[in-house]
């Protein structure tokens, strides 16, 4: 009984992990088809960041209020959480960007790239133990997009593919940033700085012009971004804490499903 109560509880922070990543990926297919309406309304990458972030303080702030207080986000680790920052937000600046330039199904599928690369890297980073079971989910789960969706690689533009790409590698940086402070650091304090980092970054882009007044459909459209990709963000944040990240990798592979039902896909 001693030896099957830990498998247990390992099982069961498994779990939670999964269907928080799951809940995540929702989130992330919302996000990214905000995104590209934004985009093709004539919404700046940058300025479409900074509003992705700064309402994003709107879930953050309600959920430490309701589990803990401010205090939460006082850090030992600043290291940690500014390389977080830093390539999560070059993985989001690219990431965007390839969605205002691809179609979204290509864009999705260059996303799809992430847990191939969250998956290599966990091994010689975190020192995980990578099964071939997991790769295997990871890799059929890969192919098995790429089967649906058909992405034609004669009509797909090479500069947003590059953006894509670097899109998917930040990204899976930035996963891996999140499981090695989340040890260490409470969920939402990791998403609070990384959400104000974004925010200044897109707020630094005012002054150099591009930026448009947006009439109000957009402008919702702008600040459900911040809502949505804010929660998101906490629900990633969270299964990352409880699940190693080969376990909830292959889990990303359902946004196509969320992608799908919103219509975009």
Same mark, same amino acid.
């Given at each position: ?15 939670? &992990? /999964?269907?928080?990543? *799951? ?21 700046? @990458? ?11 303080? *709107? ?27 830093? @390539? ?41 133990? @990578?099964?071939?079971?997991?790769? &295997?989910?990871? /890799? ?21 593919? @590059?953006? &894509? ?43 150099? &012009? ?56």
């Amino acid at each position: 009984m001693s030896a099957e109560a830990p498998a247990h509880a390992v099982l069961q922070r498994n779990g939670l &992990g /999964i269907l928080l990543r *799951v809940a995540a990926m929702a989130c992330m297919a919302g996000l990214a088809a905000l995104v590209k309406a934004c985009a093709e309304r004539g919404a700046p @990458v940058l300025e479409i960041i900074f509003f992705r972030n700064a309402f994003a303080f *709107v879930p953050v702030l309600l959920y430490i209020s309701r589990t803990s207080s401010l205090s939460i986000l006082k850090t030992s680790r600043p290291g940690g959480h500014a390389t977080r920052a830093t @390539v999560g937000l070059v993985g989001m600046v690219c990431g965007f960007t390839a969605v205002s330039m691809l179609p979204l199904t290509e864009s999705t599928a260059l996303s799809f790239a992430a847990p191939l690369f969250m998956t290599a890297l966990s091994a010689p980073i975190l020192k995980e133990r @990578v099964g071939i079971h997991r790769w &295997g989910a990871v /890799i059929v789960g890969f192919i098995g997009v790429l089967i649906m969706i058909r992405p034609d690689p004669n009509h797909m533009a090479t500069l947003g593919t @590059v953006f &894509g790409l670097a899109g998917a590698l930040g990204a899976a940086g930035a996963m891996i940033a999140i499981r090695e402070i989340g040890r260490t650091e409470p969920g939402p304090t990791i998403v609070f700085y990384f959400t104000l980092a974004g925010m200044l970054l897109g707020l630094a882009s005012l002054p150099f &012009g591009g930026w448009v007044i947006p009439d109000m459909t957009t402008l919702v459209m702008l600040v459900c971004t911040g809502l949505v990709g804010g929660t998101g963000q906490l629900l990633l944040t969270e299964a990352l804490r409880r699940a190693p990240v080969a376990v909830v990798a292959p889990f990303d592979y359902t946004q196509l499903i969320w992608a799908c039902i919103l219509g975009y896909a």
